[in-house]
């Protein structure tokens, strides 16, 4: 039973979002006319069946009255009619598995092409797990759901008018009670179905409850093994565990009524048909071949309704799904490139001209900010968390554009020229160590796959990460796992500069790159970002003050504005903000 | 592990057995069907019709009171077991020392006790209900079958094992597949988070087209896979479709010849094709319990595992041995301790010696990954030396049962945890007699007080799980008071003073060395500034011990201290 409760949509949106849907499977219609074909075709022999049955069986009148060749008539009929059922039951499988499998790869791949382009503001801002779901979640559910949905409304609605259709054809009063009690195990059902339901809601907050509890006692477990603490966090834990005990019961057990609940209403549809069919048979109204047809429909009649109720809520739930996928390709791209673009050739000449920007538009961040920075000048960025550090950095990167002046890059307004050639002549090393799964040598080549092994070696042993990869299992071979945890955060920040020490753009950004180093390997990477910084123009964000104290040009920056500019010495001799800084840094090395 | 099932030993055996009447029940229906026509219908008697689906309706009433039986007390026996299970889960892992913790991880370990265990519930309610009525049924349908004609039965005979090859044989052919689909599909999973994650760098690097490239291939090879074990799944249903037909169009044969020389009735054929109708929908049944209940059982095995961990320490009942008078004053002596990590290539400490004498405080220094949180965490005996031994109070670690050792040893760990509850739960995990005096006490050596004060529920403030409503350093401030709680003889500060700004660093520093008492003091820290007025500085390098002496001494004698101590404190003066 899926319980999660998806957004439901207008009708408007439903709408919109089925033209679409259409839009999409649009290149597989063949397949959708032939899957439409082939399920009418299957729903139709299936149904033809039982009355070929019901006729060799009005052959077969008893002792003597046997219509042999009759009979032997119909058993061939019986057999072509199943093979083309067969068929057109795999044929419906295979259209079905085109459509659903294609559509959702061409989903992904659009989805995929649209992440790359999607604007950083949007991304920024919406969770990645969220993203990911659509991506993934999403586009199964609403495959399976819409197209599986779909197929199963339109033979399930086929067999039921095809059932009655014969029934009536046959017998009115039998027909009559078919479809009278037949609806009473949708009533049932749907009655059950809200009752565990609402098990179901209690269910899954105490098992959330529980989940929490475990993953703090387990994530917690040194902690409380430190503590002694054993005795009583098991205690806790069966606390929830009881109550989880209880709701599981009722709602397992509402939810399993269903089945015996329907069952008994098909019993009573069966008990029912024989009844006023055997009546009827005596009085002559039916033969026995028709009894058993109606037997048969009986049985094959509540089948569909059951299936019908469940599709209908699926198809909601594609349908919403749907729209959260075509949102996601909806989204704001980013600013798409100028067309005659040109390519930049950097001299590492950077002119920020009055600009400004802010995220939200109602919150300014950077004012009127314009600096001119010599080629080779290193220019280090400082201030308070939330202060416009990082900001600076999308700005030059042009991960956002500015919304007001300019930067310009060798002259030229970094809009006019392409992304590719702007963002490689920068390198960049991130706070945030992001590594792709794969090998090392790998990550490290990311910027320039075909470097040989040497040049790999190299980058390593100038980012002082040599050592440590030599000790890992497999060298430079050993895959890093996704989340990056077979390696610690510090060793993942020396893979991210060896990264970039392989390309050497001509301009560096490095925003808090040690920040988990300790301070003594970062001494020693000082020292080769001193000589990789030689003759480039790079922009330093740290935390660690010692860290910045050679640049050129020392940034303050505090609530988005440059609140102080200057060298190390100028700045001290001020006795302002980044006086105070510099100072609390080393307050209780002198009492 | 069916241990755990013994508490529902009744429902477990009753589940199934009311399973069985209820099939037995619906076994009859095409039986009295029969008879209404071959000697209702046949001899126009009105009242035996009426009896006999009088009969019909009785067997759907008992077969759904026999159901809602077995449905109840297989939910209560699925649902009581993986309770039971649960809860020795959470009570073994408590066991494990952290060695085996480090081994597992603590995200397979919560994997485990959540959606693990809950498909062992799931599988084994599906198997009470179903593993006896499935078989039961197309077996009982069979020998129904003989009942009502020998000749007709065989072709049950023959058609009951050609429908399972069919129905087990697409299976056990999908099955691998289903998990190459699963990997293939996590492959596209990976991508996709990593594109989102590392959008920055893809783009600094200017990689987005190959990016696109990559997920389609592995997009590709996702779709190719699902439409292979697709096809071969959509065998299945034409497969069977078409042997059941055959099946019922051969007792259409048999029954006409069969009634022609009156050894059986038109009834009866209805009957047998009913009985035919009903074997399909139960092996298709029966091939989905197999499927979920193998998964449960691989479930089952994975919990099976943790609970075969045995824990990988010992700790003696009792506090044994006697403490020699020349070591009376030692608080913790390490005498050539080395240290390998489970699994790991290369020790992480080697050849350690150093004593701390009694109201010491010892600072550690060193690199990351240099061994600090290592040699520690040999203290309170989280890990076993691997050579050496670790002494504590002049006896070797090993002597002391669980609680004592860790009520002599607070460890303040470097991540900050704190526990869903209060603020007072949360210091009385320290000691649980503690009074507020002593609380109060213990925050206000931790510079927690002042902050505590100014909660409006003072020590009575909620602390959400993870203590996600404090700030890292006032998190920080209480676990320090926590471990002050418990009055210990030797408190270990892991780097724990890192979210504290210097002058509170300072300020605790000054307030740990004020306590009465002898209280030893381990500081494990980055900040040399932090370990100044340590009595001893053990510097560690790459899991040596480098050097081991006072501030200035250090200075003097230890390049490695010099290093560290330089690139903290440059300020102004010339570089190296």
């Not at chain 1, 082939?38 to 009148?61: E, F, H, K, N």
């Not at chain 1, 477990?221 to 209880?246: P, T």
């Not at chain 2, 290369?346 to 010892?362: M, V």
Request: aromatic content about 8%; glycine content about 8%.
């Amino acid at each position: 039973m899926s319980a999660k409760a998806k957004s439901k949509l207008t009708p408007e949106q439903q709408k919109a979002t089925m033209t679409r849907v259409l839009q999409k499977i649009k290149p597989y219609g063949f397949f959708v006319v032939c899957s439409l074909i082939v399920a009418a075709v299957s729903v139709a022999a299936q149904l033809y069946i039982p009355i070929l049955c019901g006729s060799a069986i009005d052959m077969m009148l008893g002792k003597g009255a046997v219509d042999h060749a009759g009979v032997l008539r119909i058993i061939y009929e019986i057999i072509v009619v199943a093979v083309v059922a067969a068929f057109a039951q795999w044929l419906l499988s295979v259209c079905n598995n085109r459509i659903t499998f294609a559509v959702s790869r061409d989903l992904r791949n659009a989805a995929m092409r649209k992440i790359q382009t999607l604007s950083l503001s949007y991304l920024d801002s919406h969770p990645s797990g969220d993203i990911v779901s659509r991506m993934v979640a999403d586009v199964d559910t609403f495959a399976d759901g819409l197209l599986m949905g779909f197929t199963q409304l339109f033979s399930g609605v086929l067999t039921i008018l095809g059932t009655l259709l014969f029934m009536l054809q046959q017998n009115v009063p039998i027909t009559l009670v078919v479809v009278c009690i037949t609806p009473l195990s949708l009533v049932v059902a749907s009655f059950l179905a809200k009752r565990s339901y609402k098990y179901f809601q209690s269910q899954s907050t105490v098992r959330g409850e529980q989940t929490a509890l475990v993953n703090e006692m387990i994530e917690g477990q040194k902690v409380v093994q430190a503590f002694g603490h054993e005795a009583q966090s098991l205690e806790a834990f069966d606390e929830v565990n009881g109550r989880l005990q209880n709701v599981s019961l009722k709602a397992i057990f509402f939810s399993s009524m269903t089945n015996p609940a329907t069952r008994f209403v098909n019993n009573i549809v069966y008990a029912g048909v024989g009844l006023v069919g055997a009546i009827y048979a005596v009085a002559g109204g039916i033969t026995i071949g028709q009894l058993s047809i109606f037997l048969n429909y009986a049985n094959q009649y509540t089948k569909p309704f059951n299936e019908i109720s469940g599709v209908v809520t699926e198809l909601q739930n594609a349908l919403a799904c749907a729209a959260r996928v075509f949102e996601l390709l909806d989204a704001e791209d980013q600013t798409p490139e100028a067309e005659n673009a040109a390519k930049l050739v950097p001299d590492g000449h950077v002119q920020i001209e009055d600009v400004s920007f802010r995220y939200l538009p109602d919150r300014p961040l950077i004012e009127g900010l314009s600096l001119d920075i010599k080629p080779g000048q290193r220019i280090a960025i400082v201030g308070p968390t939330g202060c416009g550090k990082t900001t600076l950095i999308n700005l030059l990167m042009r991960f956002y554009d500015v919304n007001g002046g300019s930067i310009k890059v060798s002259g030229t307004d970094i809009r006019d020229v392409t992304r590719a050639s702007l963002r490689g002549s920068y390198g960049m090393v991130l706070q945030d160590t992001w590594l792709r799964a794969g090998t090392v040598r790998e990550n490290i080549a990311y910027g320039k796959p075909d470097a040989p092994l040497d040049e790999v070696v190299a980058a390593a042993k100038a980012a002082h990460a040599d050592s440590f990869i030599r000790r890992l299992p497999e060298g430079y071979d050993t895959v890093i796992a996704e989340d990056g945890g077979n390696i610690s955060q510090g060793q993942k920040q020396l893979l991210c500069i060896a990264r970039v020490m392989l390309c050497l753009p001509p301009m560096l950004i490095l925003d808090e790159a040690t920040s988990s180093i300790d301070t003594r390997t970062e001494v020693r990477i000082q020292a080769a970002f001193a000589r990789m910084m030689q003759g480039r123009t790079s922009f330093i964000v740290a935390h660690r003050l010692s860290t910045i104290r050679e640049a050129d040009v020392i940034l303050v920056m505090k609530d988005g504005h440059i609140v102080e500019q200057g060298d190390h010495d100028t700045l001290l001799a001020q006795g302002g903000f980044y006086a105070k800084l510099y100072n609390s840094q080393f307050e209780g090395v002198e009492t | 592990m069916l241990r755990y099932l013994s508490d529902y030993k009744r429902e477990s055996v009753l589940a199934p057995l009311f399973k069985m009447l209820e099939a037995t029940f619906d076994l009859f229906v095409p039986l009295v069907m029969a008879d209404i026509v071959n000697v209702g219908i046949a001899a126009h008697d009105f009242h035996y019709i009426l009896v006999r689906c009088g009969i019909l309706l009785l067997l759907a009433i008992v077969g759904l009171a026999c159901s809602l039986t077995a449905q109840y007390f297989s939910a209560k026996a699925a649902v009581g077991y993986s309770t039971g299970l649960r809860h020795a889960l959470f009570e073994h892992i408590q066991t494990l020392s952290f060695s085996e913790m480090d081994t597992m991880g603590t995200s397979t370990l919560i994997t485990r006790m959540t959606s693990d265990v809950n498909q062992v519930q799931s599988g084994l309610n599906l198997f009470l209900r179903l593993f006896l009525r499935s078989p039961f049924v197309v077996f009982g349908a069979m020998i129904m079958a003989f009942t009502v004609n020998f000749r007709a039965a065989l072709i049950f005979v023959v058609a009951i094992p050609l429908l399972s090859v069919v129905v087990f044989g697409v299976m056990v052919i999908t099955r691998p597949l289903y998990k190459s689909v699963q990997t293939r599909l996590d492959r596209v999973l990976g991508l996709t988070r990593e594109n989102l994650t590392g959008v920055r760098v893809v783009r600094a690097f200017d990689k987005e087209k190959s990016e696109v490239d990559r997920f389609e291939d592995a997009n590709e090879l996702l779709t190719k896979i699902q439409l292979h074990v697709g096809h071969i799944s959509a065998l299945m249903n034409p497969l069977t479709y078409v042997i059941i037909n055959l099946a019922i169009v051969a007792l259409l044969y048999v029954g006409s010849i069969e009634i022609s020389i009156g050894g059986m009735a038109s009834g009866d054929v209805i009957a047998l094709v009913n009985y035919m109708n009903q074997i399909l929908v139960e092996l298709v049944k029966l091939a989905n319990l197999i499927v979920q209940v193998s998964k449960a059982l691989a479930c089952a095995g994975r919990v099976q595992a943790v609970l075969d961990t045995k824990p990988g320490m010992e700790f003696p009942a009792e506090l044994t041995g006697n403490v020699p008078a020349e070591k009376a004053d030692d608080a913790v002596r390490f005498d050539h301790v080395s240290l390998t990590y489970k699994g790991a290539g290369a020790p992480s400490l080697s050849d350690i010696n150093f004593t701390a004498k009694r109201g010491q405080t010892i600072g550690v220094i060193g690199g990351t990954g240099s061994g600090k949180s290592s040699l520690i965490s040999l203290i309170p005996r989280f890990y076993d030396a691997t050579e050496g031994s670790v002494e504590i109070m002049g006896r070797p670690v090993r002597q002391y049962p669980r609680a004592d050792l860790r009520g002599k040893v607070a460890v303040v760990m470097q991540k900050a945890q704190l526990f869903g509850g209060t603020i007072r739960s949360n210091l009385l995990w320290g000691s649980q007699n503690a009074s507020d005096a002593d609380l109060w006490a213990a925050l206000e050596t931790a510079q927690a007080a002042e902050f505590v004060k100014a909660k409006p529920l003072g020590l009575d403030e909620p602390v959400e799980q993870g203590g996600r409503n404090l700030s890292g350093g006032q998190k920080q401030r209480l676990t320090i008071a926590r471990a002050l709680v418990g009055k210990p003889d030797i408190l270990i500060l892991d780097d724990s003073a890192s979210a504290l700004d210097y002058a509170t660093d300072a300020a605790l520093r000054k307030a740990l060395a004020a306590l009465p008492g002898d209280l030893t003091v381990f500081i494990v820290s980055q900040r040399a500034a932090s370990l100044q007025h340590a009595d001893q500085i053990i510097v560690l390098d790459d899991g040596r011990m480098v050097g081991l002496g006072r501030h200035a001494e250090l200075l003097e004698s230890c390049p490695v201290y010099k290093e560290i101590y330089e690139s903290q404190f440059k300020k102004g003066d010339a570089q190296k």
